[in-house]
C-alpha cells in the first residue's frame, strides 16, 4: 500500500464552529494532538498565535498555577479583525465584559468572597421555595398541553432562569428580557438567538449594543438595591467594598451579568 503524505496537524480546524457538527472530525483533532503534540502552538491566517494544552493533567497543572497563567488577554478565539474590532470598542481589552472570568489573584478571590457566604447552606435553604414554584410553573405546560411539552424551551430554557433571577432579585417582569439579551450575548451569529439588526449593521455593533442593554439595565438595578436592600445576591453586589472601598462600577455590571446570564446558561444546555 502505498503511503500518501502525512496529513498535517491543525488545530486551527476548531476554530470554525461549523466544523464542531462532525463530532468524529473534532475528536479526531483532538486525539491527534494529545497522541502527537499535546502542548500544540498553532499560527493560522487570520487568527492570533495561541497555544493548545489538550491532556488532562497538563490543564490541571495550568488551572493549579494561578500566578503564572493569567486570565486574560482572551477568553475566546475570534480572527484578529474581530479582535481588532473589540479593542477599538473597549479602548484596548479583548473582553466587552470584565467578569470574574478574566480577573487575576488576588482580586479574583477577592471578588469571589463578597458573595460566597450567601450560597452557604442556610441561605440556600431560603430558595427551596423559589426552586419549587419553577417546577411548579414548568409542570403546568404539560397541563396546559395535554401531557405534552418542548422540553428543551418550556423547561431547560425557562426552569433555570427563573431561579438565577431569583437568586440576584431581578423583577419577574424582567425574566424574559434576561433571557433575550443573555441569548444574544452567547449567540450574537446565530440567526435564532442573534439581535435583529438593520441591514448594514454588523454583528460586532449589534453584540456591543446588547451589552450597552445590560450595563442600562444593571444600573438601574443597582440604585435600587442601594436604595432598598433585599436578602439576595443582586444587593450585596450593589453594596460591595473591596479593601475598605466601594466596588467599582465596572466590577459591579460584570458581577451582575456573569451570575445573571452564564448562571442559567450553561444549566439550560446541560439539561
Known amino acids: ?3 500518501g503524505n502525512p496529513v498535517t496537524l491543525d488545530a486551527s480546524f476548531l476554530y470554525t464552529p461549523a466544523n464542531w457538527a462532525d463530532v468524529n472530525a473534532v475528536h479526531g483533532v483532538f486525539d491527534r494532538l494529545r497522541a502527537e503534540d499535546p ?4 499560527s493560522a491566517e487570520g487568527y492570533p498565535n495561541l497555544w493548545h494544552v489538550t491532556k488532562h493533567a497538563d490543564i ?15 477568553l475566546i478565539i475570534n480572527t484578529s479583525e474581530q479582535e481588532a474590532k473589540v479593542r477599538a ?3 484596548g481589552s479583548l473582553n466587552r465584559i470584565r467578569t470574574l472570568l478574566t480577573y487575576n489573584p488576588p482580586e479574583h478571590m477577592k471578588l469571589r468572597l463578597l458573595t460566597q457566604s450567601w450560597f452557604m447552606p ?8 423559589r426552586v419549587t414554584d419553577s417546577i411548579s410553573t ?3 405546560v404539560v397541563e396546559k398541553n395535554d401531557g405534552y411539552l418542548d422540553f428543551a424551551r418550556d423547561v431547560a430554557l425557562e426552569y433555570p432562569l427563573r431561579v438565577i433571577m431569583a437568586v440576584l432579585g431581578v423583577p419577574e417582569r424582567d425574566y424574559g428580557l434576561m433571557l433575550r439579551l443573555t441569548q444574544e450575548l452567547f449567540g450574537p451569529e446565530d440567526p435564532d ?15 456591543a449594543q446588547t451589552v450597552s442593554d445590560l450595563f442600562a439595565y444593571f444600573r438601574e438595578l443597582t440604585q435600587e438595591k442601594i436604595a432598598n436592600p433585599q436578602d439576595d445576591v443582586g444587593t450585596i453586589i450593589a453594596n460591595a467594598e ?25 444549566t439550560s444546555y446541560s439539561l
Open 89 to 91: 470598542q473597549t479602548g
Open 1 to 3: 500500500m502505498k503511503k
Open 122 to 129: 442556610k441561605n440556600l435553604g431560603k430558595l427551596k421555595a
Open 193 to 207: 438567538t442573534g439581535r435583529k439588526v438593520e441591514e448594514g449593521v454588523d454583528t460586532d455593533k449589534a453584540l
Open 138 to 140: 414548568s409542570c403546568s
Open 39 to 42: 502542548v500544540h502552538y498553532c
Open 242 to 266: 473591596v479593601d475598605g472601598a466601594p466596588l467599582d462600577e465596572m466590577a459591579k455590571l460584570g458581577y451582575y451579568i456573569i451570575v445573571a446570564t452564564a448562571g442559567h446558561d450553561t
Open 60 to 74: 490541571f497543572d495550568v488551572e493549579r498555577r494561578t500566578n503564572e497563567f493569567l486570565n486574560e488577554p482572551r
